[in-house]
């Protein structure tokens, strides 16, 4: 059983950074690409960031190219995502994702999910 959880959420101001990690257990860390979403309340799920199983490449959602990092450590089995320059409108419950297939947004691509951490941009 795969099991993904998240830690690294807070409450930081406007502008500031966080990192978020994402611990994998269960299944072969390196087999997984692995995404990061988000859903503010009252919103739909959206698609943050993507890297792949072995190439490292990345992928990222317009709202936040540029100021988000996703990387990988596949001896810690683990994956993060860098935040900074934060806005207001960051704020949200993360998750992480895993999947085994091609890249994808979306979310019914994932097979795995963790349980979310909370981030919340305050000004």
């Known amino acids: 059983q795969v099991q993904l959880v998240e830690s690294g959420g807070a409450l930081v101001q406007a502008g500031g950074s966080l990192r978020l990690s994402c611990a994998v257990s269960?299944?072969?860390?390196?087999?997984?690409?692995m995404g990061w979403f988000r859903q503010a309340p009252g919103k739909e799920r959206e698609f943050v960031a993507d890297?792949?199983?072995?190439?490292?490449?990345?992928a990222y959602g317009d709202s936040v190219k540029g100021r988000f990092i996703i990387s990988r450590d596949n001896a810690k089995n683990t994956v993060y995502l860098q935040m900074n320059s934060l806005k207001l409108e960051d704020t949200a419950v993360y998750y992480c994702?895993?999947?085994?297939?091609?890249?994808?947004?979306?979310?019914?691509?994932?097979?795995?999910w963790g349980q979310g951490t909370q981030v919340t941009v305050s000004s």
């Open positions: 269960g299944r072969s860390f390196s087999a997984f690409g």
């Open positions: 994702a895993a999947r085994s297939g091609s890249f994808s947004t979306k979310e019914h691509s994932y097979a795995y």
């Open positions: 890297i792949w199983r072995s190439s490292g490449n990345t």
